[in-house]
């Protein structure tokens, strides 16, 4: 079962650069790595997936070590609106009913940013 | 266009009594998922449909909880006998994908409230 392990809360000042790092152990082989928002009153938000190396987006990039045995999602000059809580979810893409193994969400990381 | 959305989005129940908790997803998605979230923590996953196949139910917490898709689109999670425990936001979410793979689009949820 590939959980993924990722700090409680975050703080960070307007204008930074926040780093989320999520742990994920166990990933196998065919798993790739998803990183959702998730708002007060909201439903998640899809940030960005990725497999290997590095992928970017319009809204942040995800960093991914030669192992696959951790990630970093990687958010650039944050502002107040990207307060929210960032979830790291690993899974088979490919595979089918073994949803609960894929789909596990924990507690993700609350980021906070301060004015 | 349009995206997820969920009916009710509060429902207040009384012990014991019965509730249907609606989705409509994205027109033309094929996958589509139901979570449960309780106060604090990420969304676990309860159910999955590919169009009107349930292809895993594996997360459905007990005998009570019962969900559908006739006709692969709208969904209903009903659940029977409601217990205190089972107060928590119910989250629907739909992929065009007709695996786990890529985005899924979230609904903003139904919070249900056992008394």
């Known amino acids: 079962l590939a959980k993924t392990t990722q700090p409680i809360s975050m703080d960070s000042y307007e204008g930074q650069e926040v780093n989320i790092t999520c742990s994920h152990n166990n990933i196998a082989t065919n798993d790739y790595i998803t990183w959702y928002q998730q708002f007060p009153s909201q439903g998640p938000r899809f940030i960005i997936q990725?497999?290997?190396t590095k992928v970017t987006n319009e809204v942040a990039s995800l960093f991914i070590p030669a192992d696959r045995k951790s990630s970093t999602l990687s958010l650039p000059r944050v502002s107040l609106s990207d307060t929210a809580v960032y979830y790291c979810l690993v899974g088979d893409p490919g595979s089918r009913g073994t949803g609960a193994n894929n789909l596990f969400f924990g507690t993700g990381t609350r980021l906070t940013v301060i004015p | 266009g349009a995206g997820v959305s969920q009916s009710p989005r509060y429902k207040v129940a009384k012990r014991g009594q019965d509730v249907a908790l609606r989705c409509d997803p994205i027109s033309g998605h094929v996958s589509l998922f139901w979570y449960q979230q309780a106060l604090g923590q990420g969304p676990e996953f309860l159910t999955y449909f590919q169009n009107e196949a349930q292809l895993d139910k594996s997360g459905l917490p007990s005998d009570r909880f019962f969900a559908e898709r006739p006709e692969g689109s709208v969904s209903t999670l009903k659940i029977q006998r409601t217990q205190q425990e089972d107060s928590a936001v119910y989250l629907c979410?739909?992929?065009?994908?007709?695996?786990?793979?890529?985005?899924?689009?979230f609904g903003p949820g139904t919070r249900l409230t056992v008394l």
């Open positions: 979410a739909s992929s065009f994908s007709g695996s786990y793979k890529g985005e899924q689009f």
């Open positions: 990725g497999y290997k």
